[in-house]
């Protein structure tokens, strides 16, 4: 006698599952490459402002999977500025660009460039606010030694300089500091530095807290191109130098 084939029964069930994971997983894959870019954070930027930097991407309007971090690293390091990006994409359409920014020390009026901390000259841009300005000639070895030095001066207090201006220091006909520069501050003073004693000038506000706590508030120069552990303010007239000081322990 023959068998009878037994006839394989479908199940309908089964297939509709199958079919409903693939239709999901299809659009899941859909809404992931069709989802807009929602959210971008900037961090690490001091000179360029958030929207600038989001602008010139010009991205916003990109699928957050379409849009590599590769395209943004290599677009946002033309710009003369940023020295290093880093990426970060999530799938809820945020985007976190971390920038590495060369330090913006000054303007050159003779140049009519801008210096970066490498030494690096480039136009201007009105975006980078808070820069102060050499306004005279430098000779070329002190020039390249305040590039150095300089960079030794926190973005803060740069951003409390209005002018620098080359400014050795003349005895009679005899130079006894030719590194000695003057800062004109946005708040009236003067303070007087040199390549050698650059540093002091990151403690510029507290200092002068401290002598404006002694002596009350009072303006002109402020002399911090002395080895001295003293900080001497007074007139801006150089013999009276000495007329008001704060001890290194007061403004510590």
Known sequence: MKKKAKKRKIRLGGIFVIILLIYLLVSCLYYLWKLPIKNITIEGNYYLKDNYIINYLNISKESVIKISSHKIKKKLLELDLISDVKVRKNYLGKIKIIVTEDKVLF??????????????????????????????????????????????????????????????????????????????????????????????????????????????????????????????????????????????????
Request: one cysteine or more; proline letters at 2%; glycine letters at 6%.
């Open 107 to 252: 303007y050159d009026w003779n140049k009519e460039k801008i210096i970066l901390s490498s030494g690096k000259e480039i136009d201007y841009n009105k975006e980078y606010l808070g820069i102060p300005a050499l306004i005279n000639y430098v000779p070329e070895d002190i020039y390249k030694e305040f590039i150095e030095k300089l960079n030794k001066v926190n973005k803060e207090a740069l951003a409390l300089v209005s002018e620098i201006e080359y400014s050795p220091s003349i005895i009679g006909n005899k130079t006894v500091d030719n590194k000695r520069f003057l800062f004109r501050m946005n708040d009236g003073n003067k303070v007087y530095i040199n390549t050698i004693n650059i540093e002091k000038f990151n403690n510029y506000l507290e200092i002068y807290e401290a002598i404006s706590n002694k002596n009350g508030k009072v303006q002109g120069c402020l002399y911090l191109d002395s080895n001295s552990e003293n900080k001497h303010f007074g007139n801006c007239d150089i013999g009276n130098e000495s007329e008001m000081s704060v001890d290194s322990d007061r403004e510590n």
